[in-house]
């Protein structure tokens, strides 16, 4: 299954600018609301995704990795 890299995703923007210019440049008014996106703390849309991936000049498939399907008995 294909995921979000979210520490890729944040290494990248880190070695371009700061959370606040992030933020700013995809039209949040605080840091908060796009540090929640970068955390998982908030749901990433894939919109959010390439607008990120356009503002960092990056593929937005960058940003995606292969995760292994967890079987729902190996929760219980």
């Not at 605080?30 to 390439?50: F, P, Q, T, V």
């Amino acid at each position: 299954m294909l995921t979000v890299d979210l520490t890729k995703l944040k290494k990248i923007r880190e070695s371009q600018m700061s959370l606040r210019e992030m933020a700013q440049q995809i039209g949040y008014q605080s840091a908060n609301g796009y540090y929640y996106l970068e955390s998982g703390r908030s749901k990433i849309s894939a919109e959010m995704l390439a607008k990120v991936a356009t503002v960092l000049n990056q593929p937005i498939e960058t940003f995606f990795t292969e995760r292994e399907e967890r079987d729902e008995k190996d929760d219980l």
